[in-house]
């Protein structure tokens, strides 16, 4: 049997943290293993019990959710927790610094039992949570784009580049497949690959790196 997931809450408002520590507690695969109550407290929670998911209010007192997923994600060299963010807003400029910083996705706190639970399990796999259309709208609404950067794409191959464009869209790997006749195995290669070579996190970040260098116009 797998060793249990591993989740901390950062969140100031008692009555939704008390909600989300028994739907968590209720699971067999996951281990509720600390709370805080802002963003500096939960640097320390991190540092002191190694979660493996991190579920990040993003408006707290002290320190906001989006400077303590930044420091998290800068602080621990390897293997570091991804981080939801959760907001009572879904179109939300907060929402993007949040994915610019790092976080593998965001839950709005109306959200089911059944998708928080869903959220936690698929970010701690390695996949990202939101949904491309919104993606592409919230950082096309919300990101102020440098200039276009036409060499912003250099290290990468031909064949990396076309799968950067088309992930960049919100194709996902079996459409992105579909469209350069590869296998949906090469395809998550080379979005690998490009993360790495861009230094990225995720795909979200991908969609970011996109709209600030001005690549999809």
Do not use: C, W
Not at 37 to 59: N, S
Not at 135 to 141: H, I, M, P, Q
Not at 190 to 204: E, P
């Amino acid at each position: 049997m797998s060793e249990p997931i591993r989740v901390i809450l950062v969140d100031d408002q008692p009555l939704f943290s008390a909600g989300l520590k028994m739907i968590i507690r209720s699971q067999a695969d996951l281990e509720f293993v600390g709370d805080a109550v802002d963003g500096e407290a939960a640097i320390k929670l991190v540092e002191e019990t190694k979660p493996d998911v991190v579920l990040m209010d993003i408006r707290m007192p002290v320190m906001d959710g989006i400077t303590a997923t930044r420091r998290i994600l800068s602080t621990v060299p390897t293997a570091p927790p991804k981080i939801v963010v959760l907001t009572t807003i879904q179109h939300d400029e907060a929402v993007v610094r949040a994915i610019q910083a790092g976080a593998a996705g965001f839950l709005t706190k109306d959200t089911t039992p059944d998708f928080l639970l869903a959220t936690i399990r698929t970010v701690h796999s390695g996949h990202s949570v939101m949904a491309p259309a919104l993606t592409n709208e919230l950082l096309r609404d919300y990101t102020t784009p440098g200039p276009a950067n036409d060499t912003a794409l250099e290290d990468l191959s031909g064949r990396e580049r076309d799968v950067f464009l088309l992930a960049a869209k919100g194709l996902g790997n079996a459409d992105i497949a579909g469209e350069l006749f590869l296998s949906e195995a090469t395809v998550k290669t080379h979005v690998g690959s490009i993360l790495g070579k861009l230094k990225l996190k995720n795909r979200i970040q991908l969609v970011a790196f996109a709209y600030q260098n001005q690549l999809l116009t």
